[in-house]
């Protein structure tokens, strides 16, 4: 999954109007995390044209990045995220965001913005969902 961060100066509306230059533009969130730290709001959204979201984001005057995020199934007990998060430290990977997408009884769908995308979706291959899979 693709996707753009945004960093912001927090405000009343804010969301609504990144959301707003999003839908009309056309594009759909599929994925969504906000977070207010000191004043200032870090947005993470998901989608399938990250490219052209942060183009959108960008000329509505707002500062964003893109990332890519590495997006993987486990089992919904105790320790799967312990057993994923120290096999990327033990294989160098710096985990900078964990996004829950899903979950049901079984499974969690979680969200993974690494400092090295490929070499995380190398070594979480068992686990990976791509773009075309369904959560």
Avoid: W
């Amino acid at each position: 999954m693709k996707s753009i961060t945004i960093v912001a100066d927090d405000k009343v509306g804010l969301l609504a109007d990144i959301s707003y230059v999003l839908a009309k533009s056309k594009i759909n969130i599929d994925a969504i995390n906000v977070d207010v730290i000191g004043g200032k709001a870090v947005i993470s959204l998901g989608m399938g044209d990250a490219v052209k979201a942060k183009q959108v984001v960008e000329s509505a005057g707002y500062k964003c990045e893109d990332t890519n995020a590495v997006v993987i199934k486990l089992l919904d007990t105790p320790g799967e995220l312990n057993k994923t998060t120290a096999l990327l430290a033990k294989e160098g990977v710096n985990v900078q965001t964990v996004h829950m997408l899903a979950k049901d009884s079984k499974n969690a769908v979680l969200s993974f913005i690494v400092d090295k995308p490929k070499r995380a979706m190398l070594i979480l291959q068992p686990q990976l969902i791509t773009n075309e899979s369904a959560y």
